[in-house]
Nanobody
Framework: QVQLVESGGGLVQAGGSLRLSCAAS????????MGWYRQAPGKQRELVAS???????NYVDSVKGRFTISRDNAKNTVYLQMNSLKPEDTAVYYC?????????WGQGTQVTVSS
């Protein structure tokens, strides 16, 4: 059984920074794409950033230049460094990873940005 555990969410003022982490554990043979999604109240879940096993990165336009995704393959962990946070970044952030060719989700971590 595979598990994704997120950490690093919280409350921050606009312009501040947070770093999210997501560690995969369990019986892992392979991890392909990893990424972060977010869902704000009343809105659909959206992809924020993704990174392939080879390190190719993709970002939604609204976070380009402010967020950075990275991964440590030795630790089976993906990170999301969020700088210059805005109130519109407030959402539950979910980690996602293709592990052993199956799609896996974390439990979500709340990020709240106050104005």
């Amino acid at each position: 059984q595979v598990q994704l555990v997120e950490s690093g969410g919280g409350l921050v003022q606009a312009g501040g920074s947070l770093r999210l982490s997501c560690a995969a554990s369990g019986t892992i043979f392979s991890i392909n794409d990893m990424g972060w999604y977010r869902q704000a109240p009343g809105k659909q879940r959206e992809l924020v950033a993704s990174i392939t096993s080879g390190g190719r990165k993709n970002y939604v336009d609204s976070v380009k230049g402010r967020f950075t995704i990275s991964r440590d393959n030795a630790k089976n962990t993906v990170y999301l460094q969020m700088n210059s946070l805005k109130p519109e970044d407030t959402a539950v952030y979910y980690c996602n990873a293709i592990i052993n060719y199956y799609n896996n989700w974390g439990q979500g971590t709340q990020v709240t940005v106050s104005s």
